[in-house]
């Protein structure tokens, strides 16, 4: 069984920054793409960013100029730095992970999420 576990969340001041990192465990084959996704309430999950096999990334506009992404490829290892916290960045972030099967098949397997609470 695959295990994604999100740590580094929390309450922090607008302008402050928080650190993310989602540690995989399990029997992973290959790895297409690890991501961050968040949902605030009331809104759908979103994109925040992804990394692929290749190392190219993905951001999404709102905070592409203050998150960075970044993984640790023996650990199958992901974080987001995020600086410039804005409240509207309040929300529950989660990790994702795309397996690559030999045969082409892809398996999506989601961590519990992490707090992220942006707040004077």
């Known amino acids: 069984q695959v295990q994604l576990v999100e740590s580094g969340g929390g309450l922090v001041q607008p302008g402050g920054s928080l650190r993310l990192s989602c540690v995989t465990s399990?029997?992973?084959?290959?790895?297409?793409?690890m991501g961050w996704y968040r949902q605030a309430p009331g809104k759908q999950r979103e994109l925040v960013a992804e990394?692929?096999?290749?190392?190219?990334?993905n951001y999404a506009a709102p905070v592409k100029a203050r998150f960075t992404i970044s993984r640790d490829n023996a650990k199958n290892t992901v974080y987001l730095q995020m600086n410039s916290l804005k409240p509207e960045d309040t929300a529950v972030y989660y990790c994702?992970?795309?397996?690559?099967?030999?045969?082409?098949?892809?398996?999506?397997?989601w961590g519990q999420g992490t707090q992220v609470t942006v707040s004077s």
């Open positions: 990394v692929f096999s290749d190392s190219t990334t």
């Open positions: 399990g029997s992973i084959l290959s790895v297409y793409s």
């Open positions: 994702k992970l795309i397996d690559r099967a030999p045969w082409g098949g892809l398996s999506v397997y």
